[in-house]
């Protein structure tokens, strides 16, 4: 994160501006959970009288509270430092191709209400936006929340953004979105709030590292194949985002030089060969051969094309052709994340998106496929495993990203 | 780093601990050269009186001096504190397949003395490693430094290292120093010194970091192109290792899925496709095939295979067969690079190596070969380099390497 907070600060400019080390014990506690003071000083390594000091201002500062059901540690029992919930809130947004999410939650990530409802992005970001910021207006107003107290909003959508100016990028399955300032459209409405706009999936590594799998996993990658396919990169504990904020869109690497042409120009990128999209395509073309007497059932009954989720309930129901399509999915996955095993050498890699219901076949394939083309070192420590937050890893990596952006320390 | 100084303690038995401010201080000295006592406290977010303790421990310590030579910033005059020349010593070492070079420094890595000699890993690890241990004794006695005033030494050998145990692991073109315990070897000699070992990509892109290219570059990667192909990476101004420590390597990521088997069992390794090894071979098959007069005439000439320098040699010459696999195998390495230029969105790469001696048309072909298959906003400020460093990168980031370990944090 540091790069962002030096470079961009629009970013930040509702952030509430803490003296270094005073930020340093708050995102301690945000990282690691609730510490006891001794911990605390041990963990950043400073003095127990130097811990004592910083504490004490952010107590006073009401960020901080003590906690009234001390830990026992070792013999003696210490008092363990939580955030205060009541110091603020936050709102965590999760954007779909179709609906949208939202989580009201304490100071302490706690949440207090959630709301879901089908909202199609192709209306366009007026029309989405504005129903966003009357959901969000409602949900405060409905719990007595003045807009001042409101200290962030983390949203996730499903596409590239530009993190430092909080702008969509080249949105695939957005038309109408492109380069349409979210932030500032956001900020307009709230402008005491902290907005920040993040990729979906890099939203979805921040959930699993927050309350999931990946709670302290140093190095771990999220990868989401859904319609298409991106993945959340986790270095020692943070979203790393690279030099652009792009890190992770390993949607367009190619795993076939005589592969079909993807929609981005160049030929045999996973995503046109491996994605949802790419797996509903193959059935349909299946379908159509005649390949598959129950993918034809479902072209012949349907009123519009093939859908991954059909696939997947073509493969349960035990038809070869479908189960083929997923396993031959799963395996080029395996073996694109290979290239990135032998590379990145994470010891954690979840799998999520919609396609993870295609069942235990499917990540199977993936690990059969990584296991095949990376180095042994690589992978003596490595798991692989679909994610288990479900569609929980959005919202919980929203609010996680809104509570950690509010705060900023000093230049 | 940090998860090497909590989970192995046996890198830095030898190492002398620090409170943690002190390291902090020494840490950011080391990674952006000298500060003034203001310029630290800055950076760190430490108060000019916290700040003012710590430096005069240091100080009192004979770790830091006051630069004589006060610099001018904005007026007033402030003093830079940089490292104690003649608090100890460190050896850099850099082991080729072929050669050695050892560097003799000073506490602020200023070179004393420097060795060269060949030196044939080939000769196994007790001879080779006898021999480095001589030609350090040697150099520490002709400059009259007494064992216990080296403080640390840092090695890049040509093959993956298990980091954490300064152990060789399955060295293609090391044989007999499989699992052959390194450290262990140096530290029976040299009891009191710091002994850190790692692979010849990481130390280069450690010397690149120091005082190459990649100084101030927050995220970068350095690729050596020789008999293998392997990565060094560097994550917020740190080299990055990886779960197992063998982050970088990249030499078997697939290529072409059609392609040659390569030494590793796998198909299509960009290794075999694209190395110095490589490319030599394929100038072999030309030169019996009579496909190029000039290959032809070196390999009649020659009492061995062809090499990577002849084939460089002979696209000087004007040779186009020659100059197709050198441009081949660059169109290949980009085309790898594409990949992690997606995955990791770096802003520099820098190439060094052998074959980087084929001259331009070889880092146009990969410049190229990223551009064809990476994403625009990935490479909008990405930069793809030759190191200007030469043979210095190795032996430079084996100084830094072993500077970096000298002290560690108090747990």
Request: hydrophobic share 40%; aromatic share 6%; charged share 20%.
């Amino acid at each position: 994160m540091s790069q962002y907070h030096r470079q961009h600060t629009d970013l930040f400019r509702s952030s509430v501006v803490l003296p270094s080390l005073q930020y340093k014990v708050v995102d301690t506690l945000r990282t690691f959970g609730p510490h006891s003071r001794t911990d605390l000083a041990r963990r950043l390594g400073y003095s127990r009288a130097l811990m004592t000091g910083i504490v004490k201002e952010l107590i006073e500062r009401a960020i901080l509270v003590e906690g009234k059901d001390a830990e026992s540690t070792g013999g003696r029992r210490a008092r363990l430092l939580n955030f205060n919930p009541d110091f603020g809130y936050v709102l965590g947004v999760d954007l779909g191709a179709t609906s949208v999410d939202m989580t009201l939650a304490d100071f302490r990530e706690q949440c207090l209400a959630r709301f879901h409802e089908p909202l199609d992005v192709r209306l366009g970001p007026e029309a989405v936006l504005n129903r966003i910021l009357e959901i969000a207006q409602n949900t405060l107003d409905k719990h007595h929340i003045p807009n001042d107290k409101l200290l962030s909003i983390g949203i996730g959508v499903p596409g590239p953004v530009d993190f430092a100016n909080g702008i969509l990028i080249v949105p695939p399955i957005m038309p109408g979105w492109e380069r349409y300032p979210i932030r500032r459209k956001i900020q307009a409405h709230f402008p005491e709030t902290t907005v920040v706009v993040d990729n979906d999936v890099n939203v979805m590594a921040m959930g699993e590292l927050r309350t999931g799998a990946g709670q302290n996993v140093e190095n771990f990658i999220f990868v989401k194949v859904g319609t298409g396919i991106g993945a959340g990169i986790v270095v020692h504990h943070q979203i790393y985002r690279g030099s652009n904020g792009c890190a992770g869109d390993i949607g367009h690497i190619q795993v076939d030089r005589n592969g079909p042409v993807c929609h981005c120009g160049n030929v045999g990128c996973i995503e046109a060969m491996a994605s949802g999209a790419a797996m509903a395509r193959q059935a349909q073309q299946a379908a159509m051969n005649h390949e598959s007497a129950i993918l034809r059932r479902y072209f012949d009954s349907g009123i519009e094309s093939l859908t991954a989720e059909q696939v997947s309930a073509a493969a349960h129901e035990g038809d070869p052709v479908a189960l083929k399509i997923i396993q031959t999915s799963g395996t080029l996955i395996g073996e694109v994340l290979a290239g990135i095993v032998n590379f990145f050498n994470p010891s954690l890699i979840l799998i999520g998106g919609g396609v993870t219901k295609s069942g235990t076949q499917f990540l199977a394939a993936i690990r059969r496929g990584v296991l095949s083309r990376s180095l042994p070192l690589s992978t003596q420590h490595l798991r692989i495993d679909y994610s288990s937050m479900g569609d929980d890893a959005g919202i919980t990596g929203a609010i996680a990203l809104a509570a950690e952006h509010i705060f900023v320390p000093e230049p």
